[in-house]
């Protein structure tokens, strides 16, 4: 094992942060202090090969230099321009982002849940404005097993809610106001809730590929099929690209790969190189200008250093062709996972580098599943993560990460996969 114990510095931190810090995502106790491309360190120089990019972040790459010269540059120079303001490197990724991506209007936002729940004002004034849908009528339309965010608003789309939150918005989900629900890649499920309810439908919103569920795949033209069924029904298609844009799944946006232009496209975690927090909410004219000065915003939302680093990470996008990078090293890892034919691994989901391991029914058990070989695999310097309650395991290096790597990476990962079944006890607290 990489981690037989932690150093006293480091122990205390992790004792300090399980003591004092609330929430979160159930954190391995791996402080960590450095990132440098697909490798990460923890306070004891413990080196980590990065399979997992903090979610889908790192599309870039952890720490490129050029995006964080730039997001350094903007905080010695000025640090916060809010949007009373004219922040001038908003105004330029306004322009880059309707150069690459071809959506001439941007809002920008802190977090990716921020934007889903943007893309929804956004959907429901248009609903009103444009569609002509009742007062207090206008409903979006969502899958089952999505995830758009944790905010009260974005955890009212899912289709399984934790009671202890409630009353959830309303207005929102993937039960269709007449009681239709709505199936992920299930088109007859969409079109009976459409046909039933677009008159009160104003968007239907998805994730291409769905992430947090486990990285899951809709079956060949499901997205096509659905972005039809909302043009001939006069509902906006909001593409939830937080996790699958940018480069993470092969394309600038999964959509494109599809032949989709939805109407609204939701971005986050890689928008500024995974170095501030951003997000956005884009389109064209026809739907964004139905909003306001004062429907949308945030004190911090679009800040310079953020809109800085999103500039320059939106080149590198391009000057690195980080698409092609993502989609050819996505197959080299499909192909090393597949080929290492574990019993225990009976699929390899997803495209690009985003990716999951779908692991054997059979095989899980107390010893064996997505959390303990996510933290096998971390102890043994992979870092992984359980996903689809532990019956997938989510892999998503950042797509710069080098071919070496990525071989020492599924090297280590499957001896996990064939060793862990015969250690016992917890691994990195994880029982
Ligand atoms: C598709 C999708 N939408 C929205 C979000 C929420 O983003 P954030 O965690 O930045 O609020 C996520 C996060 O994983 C996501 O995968």
Request: net charge negative.
């Amino acid at each position: 094992m990489v981690i037989p114990k932690f150093s006293e510095k480091a122990q205390a931190i992790v004792d300090d942060y399980e003591a004092h810090i609330k929430a979160g995502f159930n954190p391995l106790p791996i402080p960590i202090v450095k990132a440098d491309n697909a490798k990460l360190l923890d306070m004891d120089g413990n080196e980590y090969i990065d399979f997992l990019s903090f979610f889908a972040v790192a599309n870039m790459g952890h720490s490129h230099p050029k995006i964080v010269e730039a997001a350094c540059n903007a905080i010695k120079d000025c640090p916060l321009v809010n949007t009373a303001f004219i922040n001038p490197s908003y105004a330029k990724l306004g322009v880059k982002i309707n150069e690459i991506l071809g959506y001439s209007r941007t809002i920008c936002m802190c977090s990716g849940a921020d934007a889903t729940d943007t893309a929804t004002k956004i959907a429901r004034k248009w609903g009103y404005t444009k569609k002509g849908i009742k007062d207090g009528e206008s409903f979006i339309l969502t899958t089952s097993a999505c995830y758009h965010g944790l905010t009260i608003s974005t955890h009212s789309f899912a289709s399984t809610r934790r009671d202890v939150f409630g009353p959830y918005v309303p207005n929102v989900g993937s039960t269709s106001p007449s009681g239709v629900f709505v199936e992920y890649g299930n088109i007859e499920s969409l079109q009976k809730a459409i046909e039933a309810d677009h008159e009160r439908i104003s968007a239907f919103m998805v994730e291409p590929i769905q992430g947090s569920a486990g990285i899951v795949d809709p079956p060949k033209g499901y997205l096509k099929q659905a972005f039809d069924l909302c043009k001939k029904y006069n509902i906006l298609f909001i593409a939830d690209e937080v996790q699958t844009g940018l480069g993470r799944a092969g394309a600038l946006l999964k959509s494109f790969d599809e032949d989709i232009n939805p109407d609204l496209v939701c971005l986050g975690k890689a928008l500024a190189g995974g170095v501030a927090p951003l997000s956005a909410v884009i389109g064209n004219s026809e739907v964004m200008d139905i909003i306001d000065h004062g429907d949308i915003g945030s004190t911090m939302a679009a800040n310079p250093p953020a809109t800085a680093a999103a500039v320059a990470a939106l080149e590198v996008l391009i000057d690195e062709d980080i698409c092609a990078q993502s989609k050819e090293k996505g197959e080299i890892l499909k192909k090393l996972l597949l080929d290492a034919n574990c019993e225990e691994i009976i699929g390899v989901s997803g495209s690009g580098m985003l990716r999951a391991v779908i692991l054997n029914p059979e095989s899980i058990n107390d010893k064996f599943n997505g959390a303990r070989l996510a933290s096998f695999c971390a102890a043994n310097g992979v870092l992984v993560n359980s996903a689809g309650g532990g019956k997938r395991v989510r892999i998503c290096p950042p797509p710069t990460i080098s071919e070496e790597d990525l071989r020492k990476g599924v090297e280590i990962f499957i001896n996990c996969v064939h060793t862990l079944k015969d250690v016992s006890g917890p691994i990195l607290g994880v029982k």
